[in-house]
């Protein structure tokens, strides 16, 4: 039975880790969030390079268990630390990064829009996926680090976040030329109803979900055994004090 560790700065990694599980149901699970650091979009590249060697370190030290397969799910310690910890570890790393190929293939104006973090929206790995997968489309670059706030209180405390989404993306105002809005930030897709209802129309949100969990199944697929039992998902927070005590849900403290 695979173990497949999902790691994000919040809770943003959830919404990459329900595809996982619906495409592999019977792996095992670590969720591992450093909300000591969030949000990690106002963090500089060092940081979360050395956030991330550390964490490399502690799963290499097998601190949670053998793990099979390690799921970056955010765009901006992916964008930012990929290479790096790839040198500390020979367990396969999958990254997410900005669906900045598919909405350049699916948008019809050729004119495409990524919302991300601060970090992700202006970094150099953006930067070249740009160069390389959308040389046919004007791209327009927004940021939110408001929306991964919102997207935590919604995940935890259940809020109803809709006026705050209309404010923050009325005052971003995405050039409505752009057929395809890139959610580039694993915090978003938890606020896709409220994002979708706000632009109605206008374009097409595209996140990366889908695809991450076909290439983790693609490299564990083999490795499935429908026989045994799944186990239940194991969390790790870094500030324990601020994961408010939910039901459901018992996330240990983690140093990093
Ligand atoms: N969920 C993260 C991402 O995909 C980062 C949010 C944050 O901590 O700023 O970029």
Known sequence: MPHILVFDSGIGGTSVLTHIQSALPEADYTYIMDNALLPYGLQTEETIQNRLANLVN?????FFGEVDLIVIACNTASTYALAHIRQFTQIPIVGVVPAIKPAAQISIRKHIA????PATSKNQYTQSLVSEFAQDCQVSFYHS???????????WLNEDVREGVNKELSSIKVDNQADVLILGCTH?????????EFYKTQCVLIDSGTAIAKRVKHLLGGSIDEAEIKKPLQFYATALNDVPAIAGYDVKSLYL
């Open 145 to 155: 680090t408001e929306l991964v706030r919102l997207a935590e209180r919604k995940f």
């Open 188 to 196: 978003f897709p938890i606020l896709k109803y409220e994002i979708a």
């Open 114 to 117: 990524l919302l991300a973090t």
């Open 58 to 62: 502690k799963i290499s030290s097998n």
